[in-house]
């Protein structure tokens, strides 16, 4: 059974494993190869043996710091857009990559990527499994696009950014300019905004949804659940018969969800 491995998931570091205990991929690489390796290793996993190929989303930090190293560890292709594949080239942290164009089958899955609004060329990933499940990655955009919408429409599971309460956000020490850059449709997704993406899913097969890259500074897990599940109560979806809901913590849980 093909399993989302959430390794890391905040705004310091991102890592998830989709696939099996034997052959999957990762998406990001926003922390160190060693914690990247033991998390894994925690859950049963030896990256040299399993990952076969890396996807990155953009080039901010929090998504890419571990992967200078990792390209040298493994022996795996590096696949992104277009403009992040040339500036994770040029600033070093690969000496070579695959342009993410169309769609990439590897072994027993399918992975498509799809544009998302960021202050950096971004994308998400869904990834189709020959067996028939699917599941996807949506993190870092600033508002939800129909080409976000069409992308995760069928996703048995998907991860979906939460990234920061709205009182929180406002009542954190952060300086203005930022919190307006959060705020933005080239920033992050509110509570608010992902549960409303989350109704839109359920009618088309959305089971299982994951919270993901919480700020931990304007946000918590506790208060990014209760958000969402009161607004999809709200939509007349009840939790645990329509949807599965759980909220990533942000370090090397290896917390994984089944599709």
């Known amino acids: 059974m093909s399993r989302i491995y959430l390794l890391f ?19 990001d690489c926003g922390v160190s190869y060693s914690r990247i390796k033991k998390a894994l290793a925690d859950c ?3 990256i040299e043996n399993a990952v076969r190929a890396v996807f990155i989303t953009h080039e901010h930090s929090d998504h890419i710091s571990g992967l200078k190293t990792l390209s040298k560890k493994l022996s795996v292709p590096v696949y992104a857009r277009r403009q992040t594949l040339d500036g994770l080239i040029g600033g070093g942290y690969i000496a070579e990559g695959r342009e993410m164009d169309g769609e990439i089958n590897l072994g027993s899955c399918t992975v498509r990527a799809f544009s998302t609004s960021h202050d950096v060329p971004s994308c998400g990933y869904r990834i189709d499994f020959s067996e028939g499940s699917s599941c996807a990655v949506c993190t870092d955009l600033g508002f939800v696009s129909e080409e976000v919408v069409s992308s995760l429409m069928g996703c048995r599971a998907v991860l979906i950014e939460s990234n920061y309460d709205n009182e929180l956000l406002s009542s954190c020490d952060y300086p203005s300019y930022l919190k307006s850059r959060i705020r933005s449709r080239s920033g992050h997704l509110s509570n608010t905004d992902c549960g409303a ?18 700020s931990r500074d304007s946000n918590t897990p506790e208060r990014a659940l209760s958000v969402n599940e009161q607004l999809l109560t709200e939509h007349g979806f009840l939790k645990n018969r329509d949807y599965i809901m759980t909220a990533a913590l942000p370090d090397g849980q290896g917390e994984f969800t089944a599709f």
């Not at 993406?197 to 919480?214: M, W």
Request: charged share 10%; hydrophobic share 35%.
């Open 44 to 46: 049963g996993i030896i």
């Open 9 to 27: 998931s905040s705004s310091k570091g991102n890592c998830t494993y989709i696939g099996s205990k034997s052959e999957g991929i990762l998406i």
């Open 197 to 214: 993406l989350c109704a839109q899913l359920i009618p088309y097969g959305t089971e299982k949804f994951i919270l993901g890259h919480l």
